[in-house]
């Protein structure tokens, strides 16, 4: 009997391997920009520990709102905001929203000190900005503006299509001052050449996710992003929902 019971164990045994490798699967990620950097490095730990990975698409969030409308073949939704999952959700198409991330704004600026608040007030130059209509880091930037009662028209205003566009065009000189993500700065390691702009100077980016998709490896992710994942969000330059 002990032969045979040695046999059964082992082939249990290899039946499980076998599912778990069965099981594992690819999670399709539709990412806000800003937001690219920190799920990439969540997922390769996510990976390593289940098996799961992950395919990520970035853009601004507007942008993606569109191709989540138009039959784009994602399994989970990463916005900068509330209103567009919340939106989709509506719609129909996801469910199960949550909050994942708070992110920050920054103003950064290359070269020479860093800048602050009266950098801002007195600054005649290019001034980079994503689009507020599709961005809501872009939106908050335009909110902080006005916050401080500061007309955008003293400046030259690039703006750009996402926040990582924004972020290049600091980058390269293009604008020599910009709004951009405070995890982009913690990311590149270039908060010494930034201002935090104070989160009361415009509402919440309150970043939430939306599954679009309902399935054992997205589940997964949720469940990561809620849980371990938290500690890479905060690394990363975001506070943490309450």
Request: aromatic fraction near 8%; charged fraction near 20%.
């Amino acid at each position: 009997m002990k032969p045979l019971l040695s046999v059964v164990i082992a082939g249990v045994c290899a039946a499980t391997l076998h599912t778990g490798v069965v099981q594992a699967d690819e999670v399709k990620v539709a990412v806000a920009a800003n937001f690219k950097g920190t799920i990439e490095r969540i997922g390769k730990e996510f990976t390593a520990k289940t098996g799961h990975t992950l395919a990520i698409s970035s853009a601004a969030t507007g942008v993606l709102y569109t191709q989540i409308s138009h039959g784009a073949p994602f399994d989970l939704f990463l916005s900068a905001d509330v209103a567009t999952p919340e939106k989709l959700e509506k719609e129909g198409k996801g469910s199960d929203r949550f909050t994942y991330a708070i992110g920050q704004l920054g103003l950064w600026k290359k070269e020479g000190p860093a800048p602050d608040e009266a950098t801002l007030r007195s600054w005649k130059g290019n001034l980079a900005i994503a689009n507020a209509r599709t961005a809501p880091y872009g939106a908050a930037a335009m909110a902080t503006l006005d916050h401080l009662k500061i007309d955008p028209k003293q400046y030259r205003l690039l703006t750009g299509a996402n926040i990582g566009q924004t972020w290049q065009f600091v980058d390269t000189g293009n604008a020599e001052l910009g709004f951009v993500a405070w995890a982009n700065l913690v990311e590149a390691g270039k908060t010494g050449e930034a201002w935090a702009v104070p989160a009361s100077f415009y509402p919440p980016i309150e970043q939430q996710g939306l599954v679009l998709k309902k399935g054992a490896a997205v589940e997964a992710l949720v469940a990561w992003l809620k849980g371990p994942g938290q500690a890479q969000i905060k690394a990363a330059g975001y506070a943490l929902p309450r």
